[in-house]
């Protein structure tokens, strides 16, 4: 059973993480701000390495996963991590509201039909956890989603749990590297930046009433998200509770992790056998002979 890479921010599997407890700042000892984005920048090119090794090797996707309130700070950190990242070699989803399509489907469908090919890093802004989480906080959208009768009203969460970690468990087995991460905003942190967004015209566009509703209710979210955590948080699939309230830390942490849990897969370029090696040194000769014909054609045969 592959084992998650250490880190402070780990969710234990033990079912007593607290969020109460959880840091949404650096800790004392933390590296200043520019030490922060040069060890991210160090990291984005590792990544960008490894990548193009997970292409080559062909036997593995990774999927991160983030989930966090408004202004935690999901999308720069994507944008952040990944900037060094092949394009091609990468895909990044959101998903906010389901559409009428996906609501004639069950709940992990259209998160599905989007998991990275082997090879690929995938990436889900949101995802099926908005359904333990949002959902939770305000059941009513379960009407829109036509359950059948035999769905236990008094159990749907605890059986939405089973049916996660069922699901991870699969992606797993059949090589899905899966990350998930919890980016941890302090109430008063996600004001400011909400706030910012409000008194800079240019940022403006970010804002949604939404913001403020889920502000309202802080306390159930944060009780969804202690259920969630605990309930999936898995060796094979493990979230990290990352301090989001300081973006270059924030961003260096979720890089530090992606970077060292690939690392672990012990990637290669493929080996070819000696037949299509010689194959390759012919080509080569007779490409160089091609392009200089006044080399000597020593080796060709």
Known sequence: MRRPVDSPYLVPSDGFFRVAEAATLPPPDAPGRKTCRRALKARVNTLSDLQRRLHADGRYAVLLIFQALDAAGKDSTIRKVLSGVNPAGCQVFSFGMPSSEALRHDYLW?????????????????????????????????????????????????????????????????????????????????????????????????FSPQDLFCREHWGEYMLAYEELLNATSRPWAPWYAIPADDKPYMRMAV???????????????????????????????????????????????
């Open 110 to 206: 259209r998160t599905s039909s989007r998991l990275p090919e082997r090879g690929r890093i995938g990436v889900f802004n949101r995802s099926y956890y908005e359904e333990v989480l949002a959902v939770r906080v305000h059941p009513e959208r379960l009407a829109s989603q036509r359950l059948p009768p035999v769905v236990d009203p008094e159990r749907i969460w605890e059986h939405r749990f089973e049916s996660i970690r069922d699901h991870e468990r699969h992606l797993t087995r059949n090589g899905v590297i899966l990350l998930k991460f919890w980016l941890n905003v302090s109430r008063e942190e996600q004001g400011r930046r909400i706030l910012r967004r409000l008194q800079d015209p240019s940022r403006n566009w970010k």
């Open 255 to 301: 890089a530090d992790i992606v970077v060292r849990t690939v690392e672990r897969l012990n990637l290669h370029y493929p080996q070819l056998a000696e037949d299509a090696r010689a194959q390759l040194e012919e080509t080569r000769l007779l490409l160089e002979r091609e392009l200089d014909p006044e080399q000597p054609a020593a080796g060709l045969h």
